[in-house]
């Protein structure tokens, strides 16, 4: 599913819980990824009592942008969809033609989502939740593992994990699990990294945190794609001046369309890899050395180093024959500044 062509990433939009609970608002959201070009609309399933301690899970995130200074709470606030909400999202996904992806986390709505999407996506801070691992790798869709926070070893562990349970493809996404992430610690060759250590057993691409810049340039994803990515997760919102949860650190429609414009033209600058020499006709033609005289030759006179010289023309035999020719006689004679034809050779 993510063996992509190269600056053609698999884009998902995640809108998470910027919808704030509002079945509407997530459908223009839908929408808005659509028309923008995105490939996925995602979002997060998951209830408040399963995933965070009451009274122990403080934030991690930049509380000058979310206040909430404990998970618990913040999750509370947008956990009242159930299956008849994300069933009803999946059917706005298909109807506009993205697909539909929302982070299980827990048990329950691996079962739930299992059956609306085309892959399932484990967050960074699940990378070592083995009931959780081996519960996605056994529904036998595609996983999309984000890596943020973690060791080398603990991706190594992870990915045998999954593979012991069943899973037969797997996406690695380098991401920083900071909210949101300086760029001077996006640390961007980590794709490479991961790329070089496991590249023979999955796909690699990238799940940002980095705040757009005031202009709404988004450099990391763009540096992403520029290094391979096959996968590029953002966050999504339709209001980055939204206070807290996840709008200040996601683009909007119009940034995630001019990201979209700018792979085709990394697309169109890329190419293919092969030399295009159809396309450089003319500089073959008129560009290249050809064989003259370096000054006047008797006809029956032997052609040597000394009296040739190679000059860029678009007539004459090409340098390339070099060789071939030097030690030849002259069967004509010839002023200086004269190409060497091939019916000048004896």
């Known amino acids: 599913m993510f063996d992509r062509p190269y600056a053609d990433p698999y884009i998902i939009a995640e809108i998470g819980m910027n919808y704030e609970g509002s079945m509407e608002r997530a459908k223009n959201m839908i929408s808005a990824v659509a028309r923008a070009g995105g490939h996925a609309a995602k979002f997060q399933t998951y209830k ?26 913040l999750f509370q606030r947008f956990d009242s969809f159930g299956p008849a909400e994300y069933r009803e999202l999946a059917e ?9 992806l929302s982070t299980p ?12 999407m085309p892959a399932i996506k484990i967050a960074s ?8 691992l081996r519960k996605v790798a056994a529904t036998g869709k595609p996983v999309i593992l984000s890596t943020g926070a973690s060791t080398h070893e603990e991706i190594e562990w992870a990915l045998d994990t999954l593979e012991a349970a069943g899973a037969v493809e ?33 796909q690699v691409g990238y799940s940002d945190h980095v705040a757009p810049r005031a202009s709404g340039a988004t450099p990391a994803i763009e540096i992403a794609a520029t290094l391979g990515s096959r996968v590029i997760e953002k966050h999504f919102t339709d209001d980055r001046t939204g206070v807290g949860n996840d709008h200040y650190h996601a683009i909007d429609e119009q940034g995630l369309a001019a990201f979209v414009a700018y792979l085709a033209e990394l697309r169109t600058l890329a190419g ?35 009296n040739l010289i190679a000059l860029r023309a678009d007539t004459g035999i090409e340098i390339a024959h070099w060789d071939r020719v030097v030690g030849r ?18």
């Open 272 to 306: 293919t890899g092969v030399p295009n020499v159809d396309e450089q006709g003319a500089a073959i033609k008129n560009a290249r050395r050809r064989i003259f005289t370096s000054r006047p030759v008797a006809a029956g006179e032997s052609l040597r180093e000394d």
């Open 329 to 346: 006689s002259s069967l004509n004679a010839k002023e200086a500044g004269e190409p060497i034809l091939e019916q000048d050779l004896d």
């Open 170 to 202: 797997i996406s690695l996404l380098h991401c920083v699990l900071r909210y949101p992430t300086p760029e001077q610690h996006a640390n961007l060759l980590g794709i490479q990294e991961l790329q070089r250590r496991f590249g023979d057993r999955v």
């Open 105 to 116: 986390f827990d048990l329950e709505a691996v079962d739930l989502l299992s059956p609306l």
């Open 48 to 73: 408040a009592e399963t995933l965070a301690s009451v009274h122990n899970s403080p934030s991690y995130w930049d509380t000058t942008k979310e206040p909430t200074a404990s998970q618990f709470e």
């Open 92 to 100: 706005h996904c298909e109807s506009v033609g993205v697909d539909f």
């Open 125 to 132: 801070a699940d990378l070592t939740n083995v009931p959780l």
